[in-house]
T-cell receptor, first 113, second 116 residues
Framework: AQSVTQLGSHVSVSEGALVLLRCNYS??????LFWYVQYPNQGLQLLLK??????LVKGINGFEAEFKKSETSFHLTKPSAHMSDAAEYFC???????????FGKGTTLSVSS | EAGVAQSPRYKIIEKRQSVAFWCNPI?????LYWYQQILGQGPKLLIQ????????DSQLPKDRFSAERLKGVDSTLKIQPAKLEDSAVYLC??????????????FGEGSRLTVL
């Protein structure tokens, strides 16, 4: 069965610091992996996705993620945090039927000045 | 392009009452999803439609939840009777196809339900 585990429910960084949000997956088939962001009182927005092409995926707002099969990981990074990055981030994997997404519990990112 | 529209944004009801949420997906999107997001958890799929047919409702509590997508466009999710544990944000999402490669789901802003 497909699942994702996000390590750390809350991450705090200073403005300008590296952002690292961790996601590990479990999948019985080659995975399709996603990161979504949710700003307060807004819907989820796609940040980036891995669909078996390049292992380093670049997304919007300067975020990127690297697919590592040996580590079953898909961690999200950004070299320099901005205050506007404060939000909740969800890692997701496509279900085995290929028709829907299974989400992790989310990581809240706080950015301080 | 208009996004996924949901209403109402907020609803407060007493337990055992009923509630209905409405969703209008992005024009042309064949697939519509209802997810439940309980505070502190990730979204959980309740039901998935392709056009007006149900693809997956395995996690829908059918004794109290029902959903329909008449004419393959708008959808309504109903809870009757509501329980305290139904307090959550109900997210509607749509995508172009059911079996897709891009995998992008477009989400509405959600309907926040509080059951007292």
């Amino acid at each position: 069965a497909q699942s994702v585990t996000q390590l750390g429910s809350h991450v705090s960084v200073s403005e300008g610091a590296l952002v690292l949000l961790r996601c590990n997956y479990s999948s019985s088939v080659p995975p399709y992996l996603f990161w979504y962001v949710q700003y307060p009182n807004q819907g989820l927005q796609l940040l980036l996705k891995y669909t078996s092409a390049a292992t380093l995926v670049k997304g919007i707002n300067g975020f990127e993620a690297e697919f590592k099969k040996s580590e079953t990981s898909f961690h999200l990074t950004k070299p320099s945090a901005h205050m506007s990055d404060a939000a909740e981030y969800f890692c997701a994997v496509r279900n085995q039927a290929g028709t829907a997404l299974i989400f992790g519990k989310g990581t809240t990112l706080s950015v301080s000045s | 392009e208009a996004g996924v529209a949901q209403s109402p944004r907020y609803k407060i009801i007493e337990k055992r009452q009923s509630v209905a949420f409405w969703c209008n997906p992005i024009s042309g999107h064949a697939t519509l999803y209802w997810y439940q997001q309980i505070l502190g958890q990730g979204p959980k799929l309740l039901i998935q439609f392709q056009n007006n047919g149900v693809v997956d409702d395995s996690q829908l509590p059918k004794d109290r939840f029902s959903a329909e997508r008449l004419k393959g466009v708008d959808s309504t999710l109903k809870i009757q009777p509501a329980k305290l544990e139904d307090s959550a944000v109900y997210l509607c999402a749509s995508s172009l196809e059911g079996q897709w490669d891009t995998g992008e789901l477009f989400f509405g802003e959600g309907s926040r339900l509080t059951v007292l």
